[in-house]
């Protein structure tokens, strides 16, 4: 479980690639702190098991089903990635909840600068789409951020300062891809809602509780 607040921005420092598995080696600080082999660490969104540990990096390895899910596989050497161990029960959590389960990827449509905070537009799959609301949470490459517009085929998060120069945001460019986590909590609410009748369809839906204004 994770809060989706970024501890640090690491870099990618090797890939080893055999077929549908992946070992990754990533430049860190931060997070190494306290970190056993074994733990868990969020990369860009996806949580991964620490399976070495050394000075100044740590090594996870992913298997095809979370290569075909997400972005890890398209890191090269030197990519900056956003980093978040897993929290402790005795941890705030200041953003919400992020499993580090990875639900799709979606593409930035529009990076726009307002005076002090950037508005980020992506397009996410289609079948996400009904898990976003305004002010709802989403987790873009592990980020918590919070829904501001929700229009046609996107969504725009606004960014703060901190969180653009803290964070791989920053580095973004319109048509890049990114990881997204829709928040797991209306995962569960459709899921309840559909279990009145899921073979006729007539269980309510995120989509008819809107159109009741709900």
């Known amino acids: 479980m994770f809060t989706g607040l970024i501890e640090e921005v690491g870099a990618v420092r090797r890939v080893q690639r055999q077929g549908a598995f992946q070992r990754l080696e990533v430049s860190a600080r931060l997070v190494l702190e306290g970190t056993r082999l074994g733990d868990s660490i969020n990369i860009n969104g996806a949580c991964q098991t620490a399976v070495e540990l050394g000075a100044d990096y740590f090594a996870v390895e992913s298997v095809e089903e979370t290569l075909q899910r997400t972005t890890l596989g398209a890191l090269r050497p030197g990519d900056p990635v956003n980093l978040e161990r897993s929290v402790r029960l005795q941890d705030r959590l ?68 901190h969180t653009f120069d803290q964070t791989t945001l920053g580095r973004r460019r319109r048509g890049d891809v990114v990881n997204l986590e829709v928040d797991v909590i209306a995962r569960y609410v459709e899921r309840l809602l559909r279990a009145g009748d899921p073979a006729s369809g007539t269980g309510l839906t995120l989509e008819k509780m809107r159109d009741m204004g709900y």
């Open 94 to 161: 200041g953003g919400h909840l992020v499993l580090g389960h990875v639900d799709g990827v979606g593409r930035i449509s529009q990076i726009e600068t307002r005076q002090r905070e950037w508005l980020v537009s992506v397009e996410p799959p289609a079948e996400l789409l009904r898990y976003l609301a305004f002010k709802g949470s989403i987790a873009i490459d592990g980020i918590s951020l919070t829904v501001a517009q929700v229009e046609g085929r996107a969504f725009t998060a606004a960014i703060i300062p």
